[in-house]
């Protein structure tokens, strides 16, 4: 305030200020489009307009007019620009981050050779793309693989695709090798000897026509006393129950 002028105890002041320039001007900031992307994932950030050059504030913490982030949680992210004289634009963009899933492959993983076996890919989050090294895309595959066989499954959740990547392999067991004793010649009466040999790990026996003295027996030798021909087999099986034969007359 400057006083003008004081006069039977009136003081007359007069408001002074400082002179103040408005500028008739705006201009504004614009980020890309919402986005959604997998955790970890890189992205870049711009001013796609470029109005102005001023500076460049982020909420991340960063300046300049284009960032490299990488968003660990969904949220906004937004630039305000400061130009030459004060004004001041803003805006946002809402990044979603996505998690890829958790992912198993469940099956039976040791089968018999000629047999086949269902692989199924199991995901925590659902709708998911899935996409085996077989070229399948189903969740569940059956395969028959001729020998011990890996396989490979990629998951993805849209729209960002978050990838996870399993594999289980399949190991193929042979039939085990079973030999019985050559076939015998004998005389009504007497007795033989039976047996068979190989890798299993277990026989079951069985005779045509019945001998009960054998059948349904898991040694590996017997001494039989037939009343006629008989035939007798040996059904031979390995740990996941594989199974082979072989007879002895």
């Known amino acids: 305030f400057e006083v003008i002028n004081e006069e ?11 002179p103040v320039t408005i500028h008739n001007k705006s201009f504004e900031v614009k980020l890309a489009d919402d986005m959604t992307i997998c955790r970890g994932t890189e992205i870049s950030l711009t001013d796609v307009l470029k109005e102005e050059n001023g500076t460049s504030a982020w909420s991340t913490g960063q300046t300049g007019d284009t960032i490299l982030t990488q968003p660990q949680s969904t949220g906004y992210i937004t630039l305000t620009k400061t130009d030459a ?12 981050v996505n998690d890829a899933p958790d992912i198993n492959i469940t099956g039976t993983m040791q089968i018999c050779q000629g047999t086949n076996t269902v692989l199924t890919v199991n995901s925590s989050l659902p709708n998911c793309i899935f996409e085996w090294s077989t070229g399948q895309t189903t969740q569940s595959i059956t395969v028959n693989p001729s020998s011990t066989q890996q396989y490979n499954v ?18 193929v067991e042979q039939a085990p090798d079973v030999n019985c004793t050559p076939d015998a010649s ?11 040999v190989g890798n299993a790990t277990r026989y079951i026996w069985e005779s045509v026509p019945q001998d009960m003295s ?36």
């Open 8 to 18: 039977n105890g009136v003081v007359v002041c007069e408001r002074l200020s400082n």
């Open 85 to 96: 004289i004060g004004c001041i634009a803003s805006d946002s963009i809402l990044v979603n």
């Open 154 to 171: 990629s998951v993805k959740l849209p729209p960002a695709m978050c990838e996870r990547l399993d594999s289980a392999t399949v190991v």
């Open 186 to 196: 004998i005389c009504e009466g007497e007795t033989a000897e039976i047996g068979a």
């Open 214 to 249: 054998v059948n349904g027996g898991s040694q590996s030798n017997y001494t039989v006393k037939p009343s006629s021909t008989t035939m007798y087999v040996a059904h031979a099986y390995n740990q996941i129950n594989c199974h082979s034969t072989d007879t002895v007359y």
